[in-house]
């Protein structure tokens, strides 16, 4: 099976960074994503790390560890329309999604 | 590019009834996935079809069926609703089975009376 955890509320200040972090448990692993949603709306794609290490793309990143059954998303020059739900997701013909991450921008 | 297009956007049902939600996703994506969200809950999976088969369902009781069309269409049924089946019912679509971020329509909600 599959099983997700992450936080479920974080809050940040307009033009900071914050770490949204994810652990996972899998018994095959075929890559992890992340999602954004916005309240009452659908979730949107954001990243997908199928190989150790960073990936980048533009304000946002994504990074694995496989071994340790870890990513993170990391948001820089945060903005006020980023206050929403993340969501981590592992890949697979039953694609687990964890509960989402609600993250509240201040200004 | 049309993404990926559900009917009904909203739905009132009585308790036993049935009902039948469509989707249809983008061009050239073959995958259809169907998730249920209730109200400030996570996503779960319900099932997930790929050239007009069933290749996994979730964890939910035979009442939830679907089917994929030869167009890539699908539908989602539901029979003997109960008032716990109130949620968003999100589905997505993909080139091809569990490698690629899914599309999410913009789902349907259902509401059981």
């Known amino acids: 099976g599959q099983n997700i955890d992450q936080p479920t509320e974080m809050t940040a200040t307009e033009g900071a960074i914050v770490q949204i972090n994810c652990t996972y448990q899998?018994?095959?692993?075929?890559?992890l994503f992340w999602y954004q949603q916005h309240a009452g709306e659908a979730p949107t794609f954001l990243s997908y790390?199928?190989?150790?290490g960073l990936e980048e793309k533009g304000r946002f990143s994504s990074f694995l560890s496989r071994s340790k059954g870890y990513s993170y998303l990391l948001l820089k020059e945060l903005q006020m329309k980023d206050s929403a739900s993340y969501l981590c997701a592992l890949g697979g013909s039953k694609s687990t999604f964890g509960d989402g991450t609600t993250l509240t921008v201040k200004p | 590019e049309a993404g990926v297009t559900q009917s009904p956007t909203h739905l009132i049902k009585t308790r036993g009834q049935q009902v039948t939600l469509r989707c249809s996703p983008i061009?050239?994506?073959?995958?259809v996935y169907w998730y249920q969200q209730a109200l400030g809950l996570g996503l779960q999976f319900l099932l997930w079809y790929d050239e007009g088969e069933e290749r996994n369902r979730g964890n939910f009781p035979p009442r939830f069926s679907g089917r994929q069309f030869p167009n890539y269409s699908s539908e989602l049924n539901v029979n003997a609703l109960e008032l716990e089946d109130s949620a968003l019912y999100l589905c997505?679509?993909?080139?091809?089975?569990?490698?690629?971020?899914?599309?999410f329509g913009s789902g349907t909600r259902l509401t059981v009376v």
């Open positions: 997505a679509s993909s080139p091809s089975g569990g490698t690629h971020g899914y599309t």
């Open positions: 061009s050239g994506h073959t995958s």
């Open positions: 899998t018994s095959g692993f075929n890559g």
């Open positions: 790390n199928v190989l150790d």
